[in-house]
């Protein structure tokens, strides 16, 4: 039997789990690390913290499985996204906290760079929009911010790297510094068709390329762990950010196969195949995997701000249910929305509509309206965002979805499930391992040791829990998915420029 460790390395908390070669989850381990929140609108995480954490987690489930290094045949890495840290190469140590993605500190250096041919080059190069969300602007603010810091960095003294990066410097004892192209592809500096570092992008954003590390292919040799940290060297061979190894784990292995996950927000990713298709819908291009010898395969990305969030305000803003799974039941009670429609643009609307000054609104009540109507339309509208974004996918990409694999807390939600796939029009998935982002990096692993062969390997090792099929009348999917669409309008631009909010 050959075993495979999944290091998952959270916004909130580290996680390992030990995966057996049949994808069964012999042991997990998970401790949150601080957030820190220094201003309003600053998010930071200690690095350090973040490593001893992972560190912890590691030895938790090695000691769980009673297994030692020699029975891991590999290790494969998923993270949280776009988080920066810099740390000097001489000493190993971070030079500030890490930026987490989720941090707008950086959104007024933003007019620096907007320029309509800026704009241009960065979606044209990185697939990515100008925005502080990606790495570009956090490293600049460091280099800008930490005294001495761009000096050190033009000298060669200073590493840069997303988490993966971060944490595999560590495993390695210091020795490696090596990214894979599904993090590279996040920072705002990789040019995704030429697959290197862009020129141009690195003079724009001024980032010396002395700190950039190497880019490898999500499955390859990255190295060994330091002896120390398990007793034994063990072989790295999987690196990929969270929501692409999410969608390998679901197996997504075809173009036109597309995973959605419904936690807080709606995280959909659509296999483009071998072609960086540039969207039309304010989607993302991305790149989902790379097998070692093999080209990149690209993704469509797109997300949902408010997905079982929507839900969470029926409990905590609305009162109308006492915890989440409470709203299938009260939905169930009654067998249509009755042109009820809950738009969730409660903090704007993101792809394809892309509009901060939407905000969120129910339309239609009348006087037979109840809570159940507006159960059931939440659960619709969550529904309904889901599939205007997948309309767009197949708009950009010419591939039509084939069907839907969904993970995440609301897809445990039958019904939303069953609501998801008659507006889809497709049989909407729902498999057995809900840790996807973590099988997604033990697959790499494991591809890249030889535990499997090949895609259909992977595939053949994905298993279905319930499949949802179809079950609406053509008719009636276009009156909802009309009424949604006239809802929409109605919510667009509704915040006005010179409105302050209170
Ligand atoms: P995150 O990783 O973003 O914290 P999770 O994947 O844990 O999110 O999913 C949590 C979300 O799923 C919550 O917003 C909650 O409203 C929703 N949720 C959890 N269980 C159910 C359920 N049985 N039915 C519907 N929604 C649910």
């Known amino acids: 039997m ?10 909130t908390s580290c996680r390992t789990i030990i995966f057996d070669d049949q994808c069964r989850i012999i042991s997990v381990a998970q401790h949150e690390f601080t957030q820190h929140f220094p201003r309003p609108g600053w998010v930071e995480h200690d690095a350090d913290e973040i490593w001893e954490t992972q560190r912890r987690t590691m030895a938790e489930v090695m000691d769980q499985a009673g297994l030692e290094a020699g029975d891991i045949a590999s290790i494969g890495i998923t993270n949280q996204r776009e988080t920066v840290v810099l740390w000097d190469r001489r000493t190993g140590r971070p030079v500030h906290n890490a930026i987490v993605w989720q941090d707008r500190r950086t959104a007024d250096m933003i007019p620096r760079y907007d320029t309509p041919a800026n704009r241009e080059l960065v979606h044209r190069h990185t697939g990515l929009l100008l925005d502080p969300y990606f790495c570009a602007t956090k490293i600049n603010w460091l280099l800008e911010h930490v005294e001495g810091l761009r000096a050190d960095a033009e000298a060669g003294h200073i590493a840069f790297g997303t988490i993966d990066c971060w944490l595999l410097w560590n495993l390695t004892g210091g020795t490696v510094h090596s990214t894979d192209i599904s993090n590279a592809c996040r920072t705002l500096l990789y040019d995704l068709h030429k697959q290197q570092w862009d020129e141009q992008l690195l003079e724009l954003f001024e980032i010396p390329a002395a700190i950039l590390p190497e880019v490898k292919p999500t499955s390859c040799d990255f190295g060994a762990t330091e002896e120390s940290l398990l007793g034994a060297p063990v072989h790295i061979g999987g690196m990929i950010g969270d929501q692409q ?117 129910i339309l239609g009540l009348t006087r037979g309206s109840t809570d159940a109507h507006v159960a059931r339309a939440t659960l619709e509208g969550i529904a309904c965002q889901v599939c205007d974004l997948l309309r767009a996918m197949e708009g950009d990409s010419g591939v039509p979805l084939t069907e839907l694999r969904v993970d995440g807390g609301a897809a445990a939600s039958d019904l939303l499930m069953q609501i998801q796939s008659d507006l889809l029009d497709r049989p909407v998935l729902r498999p057995e391992v809900l840790e996807t982002t973590a099988l997604g990096a033990a697959f790499m692993a494991g591809l890249a040791c030889g535990v499997y062969e090949s895609l259909s390997d992977i595939s053949a090792h994905w298993t279905q829990e319930h499949r949802f099929e179809p079950a609406m009348d053509e008719a009636d999917r276009e009156v909802q998915l009309g009424r949604w669409a006239r809802a929409v309008e109605r919510v667009l631009g509704w915040i006005q420029e010179d409105e302050h909010e209170a």
Not at 2 to 11: F, K, W
Not at 314 to 319: I, P, Q, T
Not at 320 to 330: R, S
């Open 245 to 361: 190894s999410a969608l390998f784990g679901q197996a997504c292995v075809e173009p036109g196969m597309a995973k959605t996950t419904y936690g807080t927000g709606c995280f959909l990713l659509m296999n483009t195949g071998e072609t960086a298709i540039t969207s039309e819908h304010n989607m993302l291009t991305t790149v989902g995997w790379q097998l070692e010898g093999h080209g990149p395969i690209y993704a469509l990305e797109g997300s949902v701000f408010m997905g079982g969030a929507s839900i969470q305000w029926l409990r905590d803003g609305l009162k109308i249910i006492d915890e989440a799974p409470a709203v299938n039941d009260l939905a169930a009670t009654v067998s249509s929305s009755e042109g009820v429609v809950l738009v969730p643009a409660f903090a704007g609307l993101g792809a394809p509509y892309w509009d901060p000054f939407a905000r969120g609104a």
């Open 2 to 11: 050959a075993y495979l460790m999944a290091i998952d390395e959270g916004t």
